[in-house]
């Protein structure tokens, strides 16, 4: 079930904001459906409630995070972009081997707004290689 569904111009007239559960049983086909075929971009800014616990939010960002590009590997073009916020810490590695396997370039990116001591980032995926077909419903 799409929760909303923004056609405002505060992103681009031209643009299909949607606002769902992600990791609701037919998210990707939803999806596919309402932008009429795969996505050129997919970005999450999920995050789990910190607890304080930084191994913890770690591991659970990072879940949500992996969720999130399942998604994306099933709804992305060839050439599409994923962006997704992980918290710094020790399995960012084997999703850099996931990353750099199936996308052409994958960068860190602190925004400015960032604080400098918060452990909060962006990973950026660009250059989607298809590895599987994706989940049709």
């Known amino acids: 079930e799409i929760v909303s569904r923004d056609w405002s111009s505060d992103v ?4 299909l904001v ?8 037919g998210a ?7 932008l009429g075929g795969e996505a ?6 999920m995050a789990a ?3 304080g616990h930084r191994a913890t939010d ?3 960002t990072t879940a949500l995070f992996e969720s999130a590009l399942e998604v994306a590997e099933d709804v992305l073009k060839e050439g599409g972009t994923f ?5 710094q810490g020790g399995a960012a590695q084997d999703l850099l081997t996931r990353l750099r396997k199936d996308f052409r370039e994958v960068r860190h990116v602190k925004p400015p707004a960032s604080r400098k001591e918060s452990v ?12 599987k077909e994706p989940i049709r419903g």
């Open 18 to 25: 949607l606002q769902l559960d992600m990791l609701a049983a």
């Open 40 to 45: 050129d971009l997919v970005m999450t800014d």
């Open 58 to 60: 770690h591991i659970r």
């Open 12 to 15: 681009c007239s031209s643009d």
């Open 28 to 34: 990707p086909e939803t999806i596919r459906e309402a």
């Open 120 to 131: 909060e980032l962006y990973l950026v995926a660009q250059g989607y290689r298809r590895q």
């Open 49 to 51: 409630p910190t607890t």
């Open 83 to 87: 962006v997704g916020k992980l918290f």
